[in-house]
């Protein structure tokens, strides 16, 4: 009688199968801290910032959530809907374009109006930082702004008010526009999986570096930090 006993490498093999299916599960999975646990966080948190002589901010996805735009990993994320085969509701475009930016976004920009962030890091391309007032420079959008097209020869920048990747997808940028100083093709700014962003701005990769050598004290709001595959 043939055992697993007889294959122990097809064990070892299924076993990792089950923790990494297990760990996937794991991460769509909210969890919500008891208001005396919250309370604690949230001094340490309050004390991390008051101490920093130089901080900086990474977003992601999350900080957005409360606008209605959806996240990657979360119930209703993008990711976690694609792994089920479904897809976003027909009228998510519309969210992104109408969205205000959240409290997150507003306090953030009262944290660097008063010298306490110096830098932000997103990787979030809903142009929500931008809208809220934080002056580009000031801000990397590494994985780019889906509001913003830029012309493939002068480099000249143009920020719409609709989405200008509409016809775009992942190796094809051409927005299909063109540039009124110089007619070359304008391209959007995504940087999608298996891309390397190479835009100055509104990717900021410089000042994403400078300022990340610079911090002391580095807050991550709304992102995992994981790259999904």
Not at 113 to 119: Q, T
Not at 136 to 144: D, R
Not at 181 to 209: Q, Y
Request: proline share 3%; net charge positive; hydrophobic share 35%.
């Amino acid at each position: 009688m043939t055992t697993l006993d007889s294959y122990p490498n097809l064990v070892v093999r299924a076993k990792k199968r089950l923790e990494t299916r297990l760990l996937a599960s794991d991460r769509l999975k909210e969890q919500e801290d008891n208001a005396d646990l919250l309370h604690d966080k949230c001094v340490q948190l309050s004390l991390a910032i008051q101490n920093a002589k130089y901080l900086i901010v990474y977003t992601g996805a999350g900080i957005s959530t409360s606008a209605n735009i959806p996240d990657y990993r979360g119930p209703q994320g993008l990711w976690t809907l694609m792994q089920k085969g479904q897809t976003m509701s027909e009228n998510s475009n519309e969210l992104l374009t109408t969205a205000d930016p959240t409290l997150t976004h507003m306090a953030l920009k009262g944290m660097y109006e008063n010298g306490i962030v110096k830098h932000i890091v997103s990787q979030n391309c809903d142009g929500l930082h931008i809208r809220s007032g934080i002056p580009k420079t000031a801000l990397s959008e590494v994985h780019g702004n889906m509001y913003i097209e830029v012309c493939s020869s002068c480099h000249r920048e143009f920020v719409r008010t609709f989405d200008v990747t509409e016809n775009t997808r992942r190796f094809f940028h051409r927005t299909g526009r063109f540039c009124f100083h110089c007619k070359a093709p304008l391209k959007d700014t995504i940087v999608h999986f298996g891309e390397k962003g190479s835009m100055r701005w509104p990717l900021n990769w410089a000042g994403a570096e400078y300022h990340a050598d610079q911090a002391d004290v580095i807050l991550c709001l709304g992102s995992s930090l994981k790259v999904l595959r």
